[in-house]
């Protein structure tokens, strides 16, 4: 059933950003609702069936993969009698973990706090007197009990402060001059930073976790005596919270204002066509859609392939779709020059390179017209 596998799909994405935030997920519980309601978002049985659970099993934490209204919130939160955490939370959660220079803290910041204003008199501030713990990093439960005054006061503050490091970082840009800009697009933990490294010989991060890059690396690359810079930015996800697209501004300027886009897929994902359409989409936001594009399949290497028997009649899934029907398929659909690779094996490197290499070529003609 196709639902029901979506639904596993998204399940699974929400354990890993759980592991990612440092959490263990002891079960998975879901519900059929034609929507959601408006006052719990689950049914009243299916909230006392977790209770009951919860109290059981001494579970700390429900998290829920989506975001929650602040008045579901607070009544899930007063039913439960547990910490609630929704998908927004749990994703700004591992930004805070993650943010490493000032710029990405003050912009984690930002989006911390215009998530928290109209949520303020959550409960489990009441409850949980201890510190830490998942949703518990960034701004500090003193801060989240003072008034909603200082918390607008403190956002006007880093939006201020977040608009000169902005034009610093414009100013940046400009001056890095006419050279050829590529930026490395995907979604998150697709392999933009295993493959940032392999082209560029630096040493940038890479973790088998969610978001393992929130700050851009801006590398200068040589292919064939031709030099560009080259751009890792953060991971995009399905429902990135809109605080986040927001303040993300310059890190999502490398993307809007670069040359040409890298986009890295995980073909070893089962549900990597829909990790295409969620960037695509992102894209398509912040208006840098109609870019130059070079589409490049990672992780051949990890793809599986559950071969269908001659006879059996149950309809394909993307399981049993090879990795030469996906070629195919991907090779006619795709309006971009397309490549299939390894970044760990540097299977197709060369094929790879030549690709990126004609592409940056094309712009560098372009803008230098007389030079050759
Ligand atoms: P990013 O979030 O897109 O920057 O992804 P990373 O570069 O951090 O990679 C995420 C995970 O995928 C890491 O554990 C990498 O080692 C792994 N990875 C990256 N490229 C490949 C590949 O070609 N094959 C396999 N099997 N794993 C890969």
Do not use: C
């Not at 911390?112 to 701004?139: A, D, F, N, S, V």
């Not at 994902?269 to 295409?276: N, R, V």
């Not at 760990?344 to 390179?353: A, G, R, W």
């Amino acid at each position: 059933n196709q639902d029901e596998e979506k639904l596993t799909e998204y399940l699974d994405e929400l354990e890993f950003l759980a592991f990612t935030a440092g959490a263990t997920v002891q079960k998975r519980f879901t519900q059929k609702l034609t929507q959601p309601d408006s006052k719990t978002f689950i049914g009243s049985g299916k909230a006392i069936e977790i209770k009951e659970y919860v109290k059981e099993n001494e579970i700390g934490t429900v998290i829920f993969d989506d975001e929650l209204s602040p008045s579901q919130l607070k009544n899930l939160e007063r039913e439960m009698e547990v910490k609630i955490l929704d998908r927004t939370n749990l994703i700004l959660d591992i930004f805070a973990q993650r943010a490493q220079t000032s710029y990405a803290r003050t912009q984690v910041e930002l989006a911390q706090y215009q998530y928290l204003l109209p949520r303020l008199t959550r409960m489990w501030t009441h409850l949980e007197r201890q510190k830490g713990g998942i949703g518990m990093r960034g701004p500090g439960e003193t801060e989240i009990e003072t008034d909603r005054r200082i918390i607008r006061d403190r956002i006007t503050l880093l939006k201020e402060k977040l608009k000169t490091i902005d034009k610093q970082m414009a100013t940046q840009r400009n001056n890095r001059g006419k050279v050829v800009r590529a930026a490395l697009v995907g979604y998150t933990n697709v392999g933009k930073s295993t493959l940032m490294n392999s082209i560029s010989k630096s040493e940038v991060f890479a973790e088998n976790k969610l978001f393992a890059t929130l700050d851009t690396t801006v590398r200068k690359v040589v292919i064939g005596n031709l030099p560009f810079l080259l751009t890792d930015t953060v991971g995009f996800i399905r429902k990135l919270p809109t605080q986040l697209v927001e303040s993300f501004k310059s890190t999502l300027d490398e993307v809007r204002e670069a040359d040409l886009l890298i986009h890295v897929v995980d073909i070893s994902h089962e549900s990597f066509e829909d990790h295409i359409e969620s960037v695509n989409h992102i894209l398509m936001e912040i208006n840098a859609h109609q870019k130059p594009m070079i589409m490049i399949f990672n992780k051949i290497d990890d793809f599986s392939y559950e071969k269908k028997d001659e006879d059996d009649l149950t309809p394909s899934t993307r399981k049993n779709i090879s990795l030469e029907e996906w070629k195919k398929t991907w090779m006619a659909k795709s309006k971009y020059p397309t490549v299939f690779i390894s970044a760990l094996t540097k299977e197709n490197f060369p094929e790879m390179k030549k690709m990126i290499y004609d592409e940056v070529m094309k712009i560098h003609i372009s803008r230098f017209p007389y030079n050759d």
